[in-house]
Protein backbone atom coordinates (compact mmCIF):
# COMPACT_ATOMS: atom_id res chain seq x y z
CA UNK A 1 0.00 0.00 0.00
CA UNK A 2 1.09 3.51 -0.75
CA UNK A 3 -0.60 6.45 1.47
CA UNK A 4 -1.30 9.30 -0.61
CA UNK A 5 -3.03 11.44 1.85
CA UNK A 6 -4.89 11.25 5.12
CA UNK A 7 -7.12 13.67 7.33
CA UNK A 8 -8.15 13.32 10.46
CA UNK A 9 -12.19 13.10 10.35
CA UNK A 10 -13.52 12.18 14.42
CA UNK A 11 -12.47 12.05 18.08
CA UNK A 12 -14.92 9.94 19.75
CA UNK A 13 -15.40 9.92 23.59
CA UNK A 14 -18.30 7.44 24.28
CA UNK A 15 -17.57 4.20 22.80
CA UNK A 16 -21.60 3.52 22.41
CA UNK A 17 -21.63 6.33 19.36
CA UNK A 18 -18.33 5.01 17.11
CA UNK A 19 -18.87 5.35 13.94
CA UNK A 20 -19.17 3.00 10.89
CA UNK A 21 -17.11 4.37 8.15
CA UNK A 22 -17.00 0.81 6.13
CA UNK A 23 -13.37 0.86 5.56
CA UNK A 24 -11.37 -1.76 7.42
CA UNK A 25 -9.13 -0.09 10.54
CA UNK A 26 -6.25 -0.93 11.81
CA UNK A 27 -6.20 0.45 15.37
CA UNK A 28 -3.09 2.20 17.67
CA UNK A 29 -2.40 1.46 20.77
CA UNK A 30 0.46 1.62 23.80
CA UNK A 31 1.52 3.08 27.19
CA UNK A 32 1.40 7.17 27.28
CA UNK A 33 4.48 8.01 25.56
CA UNK A 34 5.02 5.59 22.82
CA UNK A 35 5.14 7.32 20.18
CA UNK A 36 2.01 6.79 18.83
CA UNK A 37 1.07 10.03 17.12
CA UNK A 38 4.21 10.50 15.87
CA UNK A 39 3.97 6.80 14.72
CA UNK A 40 1.07 7.79 12.45
CA UNK A 41 2.63 10.91 11.34
CA UNK A 42 5.01 9.60 10.29
CA UNK A 43 3.17 6.47 8.20
CA UNK A 44 0.95 9.20 6.67
CA UNK A 45 3.79 11.61 5.69
CA UNK A 46 1.82 13.84 7.92
CA UNK A 47 3.52 15.71 10.52
CA UNK A 48 1.22 17.59 11.97
CA UNK A 49 -1.78 14.76 11.75
CA UNK A 50 -2.08 13.46 14.60
CA UNK A 51 -1.45 15.66 18.23
CA UNK A 52 2.24 15.28 19.38
CA UNK A 53 3.52 15.96 22.94
CA UNK A 54 6.34 15.77 24.88
CA UNK A 55 3.45 15.42 27.70
CA UNK A 56 2.74 11.93 28.10
CA UNK A 57 -1.29 11.52 27.87
CA UNK A 58 -2.36 13.44 25.71
CA UNK A 59 -4.80 10.94 23.82
CA UNK A 60 -7.37 10.91 25.67
CA UNK A 61 -10.52 10.83 22.92
CA UNK A 62 -10.50 7.60 20.22
CA UNK A 63 -9.29 9.66 16.98
CA UNK A 64 -10.25 8.67 13.36
CA UNK A 65 -7.82 9.22 10.30
CA UNK A 66 -8.77 8.51 6.62
CA UNK A 67 -5.97 7.27 4.94
CA UNK A 68 -6.41 7.64 0.82
CA UNK A 69 -10.10 9.20 0.96
CA UNK A 70 -11.32 6.14 3.08
CA UNK A 71 -9.90 3.47 1.51
CA UNK A 72 -8.41 2.53 4.88
CA UNK A 73 -8.86 4.40 8.92
CA UNK A 74 -6.36 4.60 11.39
CA UNK A 75 -7.62 4.90 14.56
CA UNK A 76 -5.71 6.12 17.64
CA UNK A 77 -6.81 4.85 20.75
CA UNK A 78 -6.46 6.34 24.54
CA UNK A 79 -2.84 6.14 25.94
CA UNK A 80 -2.53 3.99 29.36
CA UNK A 81 -0.20 3.63 32.32
CA UNK A 82 0.31 7.80 32.74
CA UNK A 83 0.55 7.87 36.59
CA UNK A 84 0.12 11.38 36.76
CA UNK A 85 -3.84 10.90 35.83
CA UNK A 86 -6.40 10.08 38.26
CA UNK A 87 -7.02 6.35 38.61
CA UNK A 88 -10.95 7.20 37.70
CA UNK A 89 -9.48 8.88 34.25
CA UNK A 90 -7.17 6.06 33.61
CA UNK A 91 -10.36 3.72 34.08
CA UNK A 92 -12.42 6.09 32.03
CA UNK A 93 -10.00 6.07 28.89
CA UNK A 94 -9.95 1.93 29.36
CA UNK A 95 -13.75 1.82 29.12
CA UNK A 96 -13.68 3.57 26.20
CA UNK A 97 -10.36 1.70 24.07
CA UNK A 98 -12.25 -1.35 25.34
CA UNK A 99 -15.32 -0.45 24.21
CA UNK A 100 -13.64 0.36 20.65
CA UNK A 101 -12.01 -3.03 20.64
CA UNK A 102 -15.40 -5.04 21.32
CA UNK A 103 -17.47 -2.50 19.30
CA UNK A 104 -15.59 -2.07 15.98
CA UNK A 105 -17.48 -4.17 12.99
CA UNK A 106 -13.92 -3.06 10.92
CA UNK A 107 -11.26 -3.90 13.16
CA UNK A 108 -8.40 -6.18 11.23
CA UNK A 109 -5.66 -5.47 13.51
CA UNK A 110 -3.91 -3.29 16.29
CA UNK A 111 -0.54 -1.63 16.27
CA UNK A 112 0.70 -2.35 20.02
CA UNK A 113 3.60 -0.13 20.05
CA UNK A 114 5.94 0.24 22.70
CA UNK A 115 9.24 2.06 23.40
CA UNK A 116 12.26 0.04 22.51
CA UNK A 117 14.53 1.09 25.20
CA UNK A 118 11.71 -0.51 28.07
CA UNK A 119 10.57 -4.05 28.71
CA UNK A 120 7.12 -4.74 28.09
CA UNK A 121 5.12 -3.64 31.13
CA UNK A 122 2.33 -5.68 33.10
CA UNK A 123 0.28 -2.87 31.10
CA UNK A 124 1.71 -4.22 27.65
CA UNK A 125 1.29 -7.61 28.72
CA UNK A 126 -2.16 -8.02 29.71
CA UNK A 127 -2.81 -6.13 26.60
CA UNK A 128 -1.87 -8.44 24.63
CA UNK A 129 -3.64 -11.51 26.71
CA UNK A 130 -6.71 -9.43 26.44
CA UNK A 131 -6.24 -9.77 22.41
CA UNK A 132 -5.45 -13.32 22.46
CA UNK A 133 -8.34 -13.88 24.63
CA UNK A 134 -11.00 -11.70 22.05
CA UNK A 135 -8.80 -13.28 18.91
CA UNK A 136 -7.65 -9.57 17.96
CA UNK A 137 -5.21 -9.93 15.54
CA UNK A 138 -2.04 -7.31 16.72
CA UNK A 139 1.42 -6.50 15.87
CA UNK A 140 4.18 -5.37 17.79
CA UNK A 141 5.98 -2.09 16.90
CA UNK A 142 9.18 -1.57 18.50
CA UNK A 143 9.35 2.77 18.20
CA UNK A 144 12.48 5.28 18.93
CA UNK A 145 14.61 2.71 17.77
CA UNK A 146 17.30 5.32 16.84
CA UNK A 147 17.80 5.86 19.95
CA UNK A 148 19.94 2.52 20.31
CA UNK A 149 22.89 0.97 18.37
CA UNK A 150 22.05 -2.03 15.82
CA UNK A 151 23.78 -3.94 18.52
CA UNK A 152 21.04 -3.44 21.43
CA UNK A 153 18.14 -3.26 18.79
CA UNK A 154 18.74 -7.25 18.44
CA UNK A 155 19.09 -7.54 21.95
CA UNK A 156 15.85 -5.83 22.79
CA UNK A 157 13.71 -6.91 19.74
CA UNK A 158 14.90 -10.34 21.44
CA UNK A 159 14.16 -9.49 24.82
CA UNK A 160 10.36 -8.24 23.52
CA UNK A 161 9.98 -11.16 21.31
CA UNK A 162 10.41 -13.67 24.35
CA UNK A 163 8.18 -11.13 26.75
CA UNK A 164 5.35 -11.46 24.31
CA UNK A 165 5.72 -15.27 23.11
CA UNK A 166 5.86 -14.24 19.60
CA UNK A 167 8.36 -14.73 16.39
CA UNK A 168 11.21 -12.30 16.27
CA UNK A 169 10.37 -11.38 12.72
CA UNK A 170 6.74 -10.37 14.76
CA UNK A 171 8.82 -7.78 16.74
CA UNK A 172 8.68 -4.36 13.53
CA UNK A 173 11.34 -1.80 14.51
CA UNK A 174 11.05 2.00 13.39
CA UNK A 175 11.81 4.98 14.20
CA UNK A 176 9.59 8.23 13.37
CA UNK A 177 12.44 10.59 14.04
CA UNK A 178 15.08 8.65 11.61
CA UNK A 179 12.62 7.32 8.61
CA UNK A 180 12.89 3.97 9.31
CA UNK A 181 10.81 0.66 8.72
CA UNK A 182 8.19 2.38 6.74
CA UNK A 183 8.43 -0.38 3.61
CA UNK A 184 8.01 -3.02 6.39
CA UNK A 185 5.01 -1.88 7.74
CA UNK A 186 3.28 -0.75 4.77
CA UNK A 187 4.21 -4.62 3.63
CA UNK A 188 2.51 -5.46 6.86
CA UNK A 189 -0.85 -3.52 6.17
CA UNK A 190 -0.60 -4.63 2.69
CA UNK A 191 -0.90 -8.41 4.47
CA UNK A 192 -3.46 -7.41 7.11
CA UNK A 193 -5.64 -5.88 4.12
CA UNK A 194 -5.51 -9.33 2.25
CA UNK A 195 -7.09 -11.50 4.48
Known sequence: MRIKSAEF???????????HFGAPEIAFAGKSNSGKSSFINFLTGNGKLARTSSEPGRTRLINYFSVNGGELMFVDLP??????????????????????????????????????????????????????AKNIPFTV???K????????????RRAIAEAF?????????????K????????????????V
Open 79 to 132: GYGFARAPKSEQAKWGRLAEGYLEGSENLKNVFLLLDIRHDPSADDKMLAGYFY
Open 9 to 19: VISVADSAKLP
Open 179 to 194: KTGAGEIMSRIDDILS
Open 165 to 177: GIGLMNVYLVSSL
Open 141 to 143: IAT
Open 145 to 156: CDKLSRAQQATR
